[in-house]
């Protein structure tokens, strides 16, 4: 289950198909067991219960009927607080024992109307069933019967529940998010020191870091079938296409769904795969907050990178005409995405000289300002 988007909102996982269908059957036991062999009649509440009301009825183990009233009270995602009694009941009701099923109870102003319509129709027994329970805002002094799950006071979709008549084909619920990540493209020149930052940003906002090249040795390591496409292009000395990386990070930002955000490390390197960043964040919801580039004079990087050559075995660190090449590389690049972002106002250069916590306090600077 991922982030959905029904019209204008976004949903988060809530719970999940399981969990209903073991809830379902439940109360379908418990209240058969409760009645003892009597025939109930089962009145589901239009539009939103009528999963509920099957599901319910193929798991109830004895004999039964089965009506439905519908009635109104929500426009958009806010209850109106005026019900209107659409389609009503038929049956003859009196000396009957009658259960209402339920989707929802919140306020309970749809409970009260409930009892209200019933209270002339000399019913034995009325009983009151519902598969989801708001207790925080429940305002009525009226009796519940069963209750399959209580939830918080947070608006949901699935199950036949919906937003302007969208998600109730959902099998599971969703719940109306408001929290938004905070995801950041690092980019900074080699020696600048990026690793570092990364580690330290990741650890003071709780995000997840992900650096393409890791995600490549996770992919090529554990043989996914990913990683053995990418090798595929890779042993024959070609480029992996932009697709498989792309792929490669949709997998892995898949994988930490509940994530405050991501720290995007070493991607997007052009503008295809920023463009690509961007449709996946959006159908998630999301988006990113900013590219921010460590900047280091060239020349400073370059004595830096020598000097590290000295004890980190890198051959690419020893060799000036190599480290250079590397700088025209990632200038190229850069210059690409810094004009992509800036078009949307989400460029960022940091100053990068200095302390490594002098250098952190600037990175966050800009974070928290975004």
Known sequence: MSKIKLHDLYFEPFLSEEKITRTVSNMALEIANDL???????IGILNGSFMFVADFIRKYPTDCEVSFVKLASYQGIQTTGKIKQLVGINENLEGRTVVILEDIIDTG???????????DKKVKTLKIATLFF????????LHIDYVG???????IVGYGL???NYGRNLPSIYKLTTKKMTNIVLFGPPGAGKGTQATLLKQAYNLIHISTGDVFRYNIKNQTELGKLAKSYMDDGNLVPDEVTIKML?????RHSNANGFIFDGFPRTSSQAKALDAFLEAKGESINGMIALEVPEDLL????????????????????????RFNEYNTKTAVLK???????????????GTISEITVRLKQVLDRI
């Open 36 to 42: 003892k062999g009597e025939v109930p009649l089962f």
């Open 109 to 119: 102003t749809t409970l009260q109307e409930i009892y209200h319509i019933f209270k």
């Open 134 to 141: 708001k207790p925080d805002v429940f305002k009525k002094e």
């Open 149 to 155: 799950i209580s939830i918080p006071d947070q608006f």
């Open 162 to 164: 919906d937003y302007n």
């Open 250 to 254: 949709q997998d892995e930002v898949n």
């Open 302 to 325: 370059v004595e830096r990178l020598l000097e590290r050559g000295k004890t980190s075995g890198r051959p690419d660190d020893q060799d000036e005409s190599k480290i250079r090449n």
């Open 339 to 353: 004009d992509y972002y800036e078009s949307q106002d989400k460029y960022y250069g940091v100053d990068g000289v």
